[in-house]
């Protein structure tokens, strides 16, 4: 868990957020005056047409990218500022992803794929696989570790991605699109997944196109145009 | 060491381009060894040249006989304190292409002049017995498979028997070693007296050249002109210079081989340089989203830095090391050429700047995409997975 907090009642704290791109000599603002609480141990469902600024959200969360104005705060610690280094430490120990393509290293085995964080800590061989079995075991794949992600199916790589974004065991995890790639079996495992997840403390916020898995949320928010509202934008 | 893993599996992503890679590596360290051996057979001599040795030799030129009793009056002059003689014999052994050297020279003196070279004493003793003698360097007798007690005939076209015959049959008496590796020891040298008394009367009393051991090496010049000045104005003029120059002006003969291998190197490395660079960077830039993903489970700017680093630096020094190994293992089995590079050897230091070679041609193929890689924004490589 994160050691400070501004305000106890939220982990994460958006403030003013603007952020735009540039495309040339064009200006395109993807997010305005954007302000968005997340208590500690919510699963927030970010929804929204194509282009509403749902994934650059979940980056600047995720202390992918930087905000023009404004102060994305977790836990306490504005990461819009910290220095990339900072940053970079910060999301190994306090953020997990879990990305629409699963992203794996079709290069290595799901036990190496999962290993991947904790080769940023102090932990040694033997530690780290236990961690990682432990996390494979937690999404139900115990019997694949040896396997290169390329033989795996998509929910199965799917959950080598969940188990990658929660070996180390952080605070927040931001999934985009998690089942936007998956059949609606495999998807609704992910779901039910994700919720044990949130059962068990996870703070989740998931972005996502599909109604049937925002109902496994706890919250949902819509952006339209760069703005949070309550209401699905028609 | 944690990182092993991870940077091994990217290097062997795509096994085919890898190899060709590797491959060409390999071949390049080799051609590195063979090109190292090659000068050090043809101007390895002046490194092990004495710096307390001259080498007198007619003016005009090195074929041209100097009288033997020149020995004696370079004795006399001060700053001098041995001279010994060799004289070119030019034979072979069996075949033409079992060329080596074989001079006759004075035992004694010969041996006191050379000090990197030992004989032990009782084949001296053998030697000083037996006027048909000869010792033999351990490389030819290895070679040859020549024992103490053979007799072996030498056939030369330019020193017949006074009876015409070009055959000249020697008792080996010993075998002599050197404790420098870069020391030729394929010669055979036999007795001055035994080779006068036998060969036809228009060489007698002359020798090809001599070497002068000096007392003082900082002395050197002023000695040499005292030799020169010494013999000025006579039937046969000396040139006299230090052993050192003599190997270099020999071997420059051919040209300037340390500038040519050089070139021939340079060359190589550069070419190799733009196929690892080419091979790394689009090595690189295939993966960049998962790179990203990297970036965005936690490693930093500078581990990724590190991890295309030593990417690259592994396929460099393992494949010069191969290279390396694989140049020194077949130079390891002697002068290819049967017996025109005796001293065909790839000098240990030669080696360790070959490895130090491998290492700069990593770092240098690969901190330009390793920059790429840190510099990687997340987001947009996220995009590109």
């Known amino acids: 868990m994160f050691g400070v907090m501004s305000d106890s009642n939220f982990l994460v704290q958006i403030k003013g957020v603007d952020k735009m791109f540039h495309r040339g000599s064009e200006d395109i603002s993807v997010l305005r005056d954007l302000n968005l609480n997340v208590r500690p141990g919510e699963f927030l469902a970010l929804m929204g047409p194509s282009g509403s600024g749902k994934s650059t959200l979940l980056n600047l969360i995720g202390g992918l990218d930087q905000p023009t104005h404004g102060t994305v705060s977790i836990g306490g610690e504005n990461v819009a500022t910290m220095p990339s280094r900072q940053l970079a430490a910060w999301r190994a120990r306090h953020v997990g992803f879990v990305f629409q393509l699963y992203n794996l290293l079709p290069t290595l085995t799901a036990e190496r794929n999962v290993e991947l964080p904790l080769l940023l800590t102090h932990l040694s061989r033997a530690e780290r696989r236990k961690h990682v079995e432990a996390a494979l075991g937690v999404v139900g794949l115990s019997h694949r570790t040896r396997h290169y992600t390329r033989t795996l199916s998509g929910g199965e790589q799917q959950r080598v991605g969940i188990a990658r974004a929660i070996v180390t065991d952080p605070t927040l995890l931001l999934c985009d699109e998690p089942t936007g790639d998956l059949d609606r079996k495999a998807g609704d495992e992910i779901l039910a997944l994700l919720r044990a997840l949130n059962g068990q403390g996870k703070t989740i916020i998931m972005v996502t196109h599909d109604p049937h898995a925002s109902h496994s949320a706890t919250r949902t928010i819509y952006l339209n145009k760069g703005q949070i509202s309550d209401t699905m934008p028609e | 060491m944690k990182f092993l893993h991870l940077i091994w599996r990217n290097l062997m992503r795509k096994k085919l381009r890898t190899s060709l890679t590797l491959l060409s590596i390999v071949v390049a360290f080799i051609l590195f060894g063979f090109l190292c051996a090659i000068r050090q057979a043809l101007v390895g001599g002046v490194e092990v ?92 007798a290895e070679k040859y498979n020549w024992k103490i007690g053979d007799k072996v005939p030498i056939l030369t076209p330019i020193w017949p028997h006074s009876d015409g015959d070009q055959t000249w049959t020697f008792d080996i008496v010993g075998i002599y070693d050197s404790t420098d590796k870069r020391t030729d020891t394929t010669p055979l040298f036999f007795r001055y007296d035994y080779f006068d008394e036998t060969r036809p009367n228009w060489g007698k009393g002359q020798v090809g050249w001599y070497t002068v051991k000096i007392k003082d090496p900082s002395q050197a010049v002023k000695v040499a002109a005292a030799i020169d000045s010494e013999f000025e104005n006579s039937p046969n003029e000396t040139k006299t210079e230090p052993e050192g120059a003599f190997v270099q002006a020999w071997a420059s003969q051919i040209g300037d081989i340390t500038l040519i291998v050089e070139a021939i190197l340079a060359a190589v490395f550069f070419t190799l340089l733009l196929v690892t660079g080419n091979a790394m960077a689009q090595a690189v830039r295939e993966r960049t989203g998962e790179l990203g993903v990297l970036k965005a489970i936690g490693f930093s700017n500078g581990q990724m830095l590190g991890m295309v680093l030593a990417e690259s630096l592994l396929m460099a020094v393992l494949a010069g090391s191969l290279g390396l190994g694989l140049a020194w293992m077949m130079i390891s089995r002697g002068d290819p050429t049967g017996g025109l590079l005796p001293m065909f050897v790839f000098p240990v230091t030669d080696l360790v700047i070959g490895f130090g070679i491998a290492a700069l041609l990593g770092f240098a193929s690969g901190i330009f995409p390793a920059v790429q890689a840190m510099r990687l924004r997340v987001a947009d490589a996220l995009r590109r997975m």
């Open chain 2, 49 to 140: 040249a004495g710096r307390d040795r001259l080498i007198v030799r007619d003016k005009v030129s090195i074929i041209n006989l100097l009288p033997v009793t020149y020995k004696q009056k370079m004795e006399r002059i001060p700053g001098v304190e041995l001279a010994t003689h060799q004289t070119w014999f030019g034979g072979h052994y069996q075949d033409t292409r079992n060329f080596f050297m074989q001079n006759p020279v004075e035992p004694e003196d010969f041996f006191k002049v050379h000090p990197e070279i030992s004989l032990p004493k009782e084949q001296m003793k053998a030697w000083l017995e037996t006027r048909t003698g000869a010792v033999v360097g351990r490389k030819s």
